[in-house]
T-cell receptor
Framework: EAGVAQSPRYKIIEKRQSVAFWCNPI?????LYWYQQILGQGPKLLIQ????????DSQLPKDRFSAERLKGVDSTLKIQPAKLEDSAVYLC????????????????FGEGSWLTVV | RKEVEQDPGPFNVPEGATVAFNCTYS??????FFWYRQDCRKEPKLLMS???SGNEDGRFTAQLNRASQYISLLIRDSKLSDSATYLC??????????FGSGTRLQVQP
């Protein structure tokens, strides 16, 4: 079974530029998450989708971050304009359902997209 | 106060040692608890779930104290391959997992 796919793996941009990350979850997984992990910290949830609807985006900095999952499959996370403090790994994860993700053992992470803002 | 708090370490231990990590959480409504492992520059992966009765998986033992809102992980007979960051994770109801900042373990030969 193919895992969660993310691209690009690495990106370096200047502050005030824009960047987009793409995620393709495991086939059949209805729930998709974007987490931000700053060096030395744990992953922090940015947004959670159930199919093509947003379940939780309370920690998404909406003035500069946006995410969509229009067809309920793959998803894009965009940052515009980027700030230096956005340098982090952006982890996409998926699970079959929100309920199953509560059990922990069915949430799968991609390898992450590493962003450096200079 | 952070939702999940952990000692960042690092814990430097010799091979064969026993090491314990602790974690506290603030939301008393939290329903599910886990330990994840994250290797350097890799994604987090589930190590084990934590049950109220405590659970053991080989050299790893996890315990939960709901009254004190405290979770622990014990690793016996440490191996070099155990070197990683251990993330304490809680699920406060039907929401996404909330991660601690992690405790770094370095097992030395």
């Amino acid at each position: 079974e193919a895992g969660v796919a993310q691209s690009p793996r690495y990106k370096i941009i200047e502050k005030r530029q824009s960047v987009a990350f793409w995620c393709n979850p495991i086939s059949g997984h209805a729930t998709l998450y974007w987490y931000q992990q700053i060096l030395g910290q744990g992953p922090k949830l940015l947004i959670q989708f159930q199919n093509n609807g947003v379940v939780d985006d309370s920690q998404l900095p909406k003035d500069r971050f946006s995410a969509e999952r229009l067809k309920g499959v793959d998803s894009t996370l965009k940052i515009q304009p980027a700030k230096l403090e956005d340098s982090a790994v952006y982890l996409c994860a998926s699970s079959r359902t929100v309920t199953e993700s509560s059990s922990g053992n069915t949430i799968y992470f991609g390898e992450g997209s590493w962003l450096t803002v200079v | 106060r952070k939702e999940v708090e952990q000692d960042p370490g690092p814990f430097n231990v010799p091979e064969g040692a026993t090491v314990a990590f602790n974690c506290t959480y603030s939301n008393s409504a939290s329903q599910s608890f886990f330990w994840y492992r994250q290797d350097c520059r890799k994604e987090p992966k589930l190590l084990m779930s934590v049950y109220s009765s405590g659970n053991e998986d080989g050299r790893f033992t996890a315990q939960l104290n709901r009254a004190s809102q405290y979770i622990s992980l014990l690793i016996r007979d440490s191996k070099l391959s155990d070197s990683a960051t251990y993330l304490c994770v809680v699920n406060p109801g039907r929401r996404a997992l909330t991660f601690g900042s992690g405790t770094r373990l370095q097992v030395q030969p």
